[in-house]
C-alpha cells in the first residue's frame, strides 16, 4: 500500500510516500512538517527510507525520521550527509510488496533517482516529471535542461504504457493515464 503523508500539508514540503508490505519505507522524508508522527500514525516501524533526490523539501525530515526509527537512508549519492547507502543505476530495490528499478535521471538534481516497478505498474518520479506535462526546475544548482530531456526519454523507454500510477515529488499522484502525462512532460521541456 501507498500512502502520501504529506498530501495534506500546508508547509513547503515534498511528497512522502509511505510504502507499507515486506519492506516498509518511506520515499523521501519532506520538509516542515512532523514526518515522524505522520509515519507513525500509519505504521510502528520503518525499513529504510529511500531518497529520490536531495533538496532540502525532500530531505528536511531526514535526520529526525532516521533517528526516531533507527533506519539507514538509502540514495544514488553517498557523499551527501545524511545518505547512507548507494544505489546504483540500474539497481533492484524494493519498496513494499515489489522490487523496483533505480533509474538514475539528473537534470533537476545529479542526485536524482526514479523508482520503476513492472509488475507493480507504479514509477516514483520525483521531481523529474509531474502531472499535466510540468517538469523539474533546471534552474537550481545543477540544473540542466539537456539532462533532463535525456533523462525523461529514458523514463519513457523503460516504463510501459500502460503505467497505472505515477507518483510524483510534489502534486497529486496521477493514476489516470501517467504514461501520456510523462510523454506531455518530454514535449514540454523541449519547448520550454
Known amino acids: 500500500m501507498i500512502t502520501n503523508l504529506a498530501q495534506e500539508v500546508q508547509a513547503f514540503t515534498s511528497n512522502v510516500f509511505l510504502v507499507s508490505g515486506d519492506r516498509t519505507v518511506l520515499?523521501?522524508?519532506g520538509a516542515n512538517f512532523d514526518a515522524v508522527a505522520a509515519v507513525r500514525s500509519e505504521v510502528d516501524d520503518l525499513d529504510a527510507v529511500i531518497l529520490t533526490h536531495t533538496h532540502r523539501d525532500h530531505v528536511g525530515n531526514l535526520a529526525a525520521?532516521?533517528?526516531?526509527?533507527?533506519?539507514d537512508a538509502w540514495g544514488y549519492d553517498t557523499s551527501i550527509?545524511?545518505?547512507d547507502h548507494a544505489i546504483a543505476d540500474e539497481e533492484p530495490v524494493r519498496l513494499g510488496d515489489h522490487e523496483?528499478?533505480?533509474l538514475h535521471t539528473p537534470g533537476h538534481k545529479?542526485?536524482?533517482l526514479c523508482f520503476y516497478s513492472e509488475a507493480a505498474s507504479v514509477l516514483f518520479a520525483g521531481d523529474l516529471v509531474f502531472q499535466n506535462g510540468s517538469f523539474g526546475r533546471t534552474d537550481l544548482e545543477e540544473g540542466d535542461r539537456e539532462a533532463l530531456i535525456e533523462s525523461i526519454d529514458r523514463l519513457l523507454g523503460r516504463i510501459d504504457s500502460g503505467l497505472e500510477a505515477m507518483h510524483t515529488g510534489h502534486g497529486p499522484s496521477v493514476t489516470t493515464d501517467p504514461y501520456d502525462h510523462v510523454e506531455l512532460s518530454a514535449r514540454m521541456a523541449r519547448q520550454a
Open 100 to 102: 523496483y528499478v533505480a
Open 27 to 29: 520515499v523521501d522524508t
Open 81 to 83: 550527509e545524511g545518505v
Open 110 to 112: 545529479n542526485d536524482h
Open 65 to 71: 525520521v532516521k533517528d526516531a526509527f533507527d533506519v
